[in-house]
């Protein structure tokens, strides 16, 4: 398979979550705080308006968890750890030759703190769209010549927004998650990365 451009989903996709349990209050309530938050940046891109995603992730946890300390989500945001698949997945895709980038509705500093260490080829905000995900102003960012690129997302409503941008995907099934029903099925559907990658050179 000739190299293809990989667009990378940070928070859950490649990066765990579980670090804010301390700063929440719990897995219960660190669950809670990011379905708010999705469901409030849904809503705000089917507005047709824009607001920061961090200053969103700050609103939504003074309503779920009053008593977090907000600086210190923020500094737990910045240094989330990636999940176990990640790293050998990333390793294992570059040697084959795919270029490798990064796509999320954090303002562009905060993606720069959390990706830094990982390699990526270049990573894009939503924020210089003016446009959060799923919007095709913000897929729209990534600079690509021929093959369309590959959207890789552990989240139903990226894969539905790449695929409205006329991108091939890849769905993660983090937490056991399934493909968004009545709706066309990703290219790929994969449950570890690492492995993914590793199929990838027996099609090639």
């Known amino acids: ?27 219960e309530v660190r669950t809670r705080w990011f379905d708010l938050l999705i469901h409030t940046a849904l809503v705000v891109t089917a507005s047709g308006r824009y607001q920061d995603f961090a200053q969103l992730a700050g609103a939504c946890a003074r309503t779920v968890a009053p008593e977090a300390d907000l600086p210190r989500l923020a500094a737990a945001l910045r240094s989330l750890p990636p999940h176990p698949d990640v790293e050998p997945a990333l390793a294992d895709l570059r040697d084959q030759g795919h270029r490798l980038v990064a796509l999320g509705n954090s303002p562009q500093a905060v993606i720069e703190a959390q990706l830094g260490d990982l390699g990526f080829d270049a990573i894009y905000s939503a924020e210089s769209a ?16 021929g093959e369309p690129p590959v959207m890789i997302a552990a989240h139903d409503w990226d894969i539905a927004g790449a695929q409205a941008a006329g991108m091939r995907t890849a769905f993660v099934t ?17 449950t570890d990365l690492a492995e993914w990658a590793r199929s990838l050179r027996t099609t090639s």
Request: cysteine-free; aromatic content about 4%.
């Open 130 to 145: 003016g446009a959060l995900k799923p919007s095709p102003a913000a897929y729209a960012l990534v600079e690509h010549a």
């Open 174 to 190: 983090r937490d056991g998650r399934l493909p968004l029903p009545a709706h066309p099925s990703p290219d790929w559907t994969v």
């Open 1 to 27: 398979m000739p190299g293809m451009l990989m667009v990378f989903d940070i928070n859950e996709t490649l990066l765990d979550l579980a670090p804010l349990d301390d700063v929440l209050g719990g897995a």
